[in-house]
T-cell receptor, first 116, second 115 residues
């Protein structure tokens, strides 16, 4: 099973709202990722968690706050977002945080976020 | 620094015709290369990957890709395209500098299929 699940599928929020995106995998992977994808663009890496610890933050604004409660779950807390933050947010996981010959990133279906 | 170039932004092929999507990479050593497909509004699905060994890699949905070191290319091919193959295709290279691994994506190629 190579499934990564994400909820919700769609989210509409105002600029003053607080919401959270959730990602889950049960493949025993120890690395999890958040990507942001704007229309007609490739995914852009936001955060990497390695063994439940934040290992990469690609200069993401503090209105995005990641959390990894355990090895299977990854959350992205959203607060005071801007309309330009509207995008598809993708979660991915891989067996190990370092790309090796046995490591591949598996992506979830994404959450389509609209900020009004 | 590693990079990936997909020269074609949009390609249209007729159903049943053959397909080749181009991907060029920049990296000094043998790269880890991937092709992903993304249907509209969906996540990315792995089609195939190359790490080492046989330079012709078979993937899912009838796709294959060939690694050519001399040309720094990893082109994706399919002998007969189906309407359901219409999607965005991303080539990616594994960035394994340091202790973290992540993917560097090309800008993508949109495939349209004519009936």
């Amino acid at each position: 099973d190579t499934e990564v699940t994400q909820t919700p599928k769609h989210l509409v929020m105002g600029m003053t709202n607080k919401k959270s995106l959730k990602c889950e995998q049960h493949m025993g992977h120890r690395a999890m990722y958040w990507y942001k994808q704007k229309a007609k663009k490739p995914p852009e890496l936001m955060f990497v968690y390695s063994y439940e610890k934040l290992s990469i933050n690609e200069s993401v604004p503090s209105r995005f706050s990641p959390e990894c409660p355990n090895s299977s779950l990854l959350n992205l807390h959203l607060h005071a977002l801007q309309p330009e933050d509207s995008a598809l947010y993708l979660c991915a996981s891989s067996q190990a945080p370092r790309v090796t010959s046995t490591d591949t990133q598996y992506f979830g279906p994404g959450t389509r976020l609209t900020v009004l | 620094a590693q990079s990936v170039t997909q020269p074609d932004i949009h390609i249209t092929v007729s159903e049943g015709a053959s397909l080749e999507l181009r991907c060029n990479y920049s990296y000094g050593a043998t790269p880890y290369l991937f092709w992903y497909v993304q249907s509209p509004g969906q996540g990315l699905q792995l089609l195939l990957k190359y790490f080492s060994g046989d330079t012709l890699v078979q993937g899912i949905k009838g796709f294959e890709a060939e690694f050519k070191r001399s040309q720094s290319s990893f082109n994706l091919r399919k002998p007969s395209v189906h309407w359901s193959d219409a999607a965005e295709y991303f080539c990616a290279v594994g960035n394994y500098g340091g202790s973290q691994g992540n993917l560097i994506f090309g800008k993508g190629t949109k495939l349209s299929v004519k009936p």
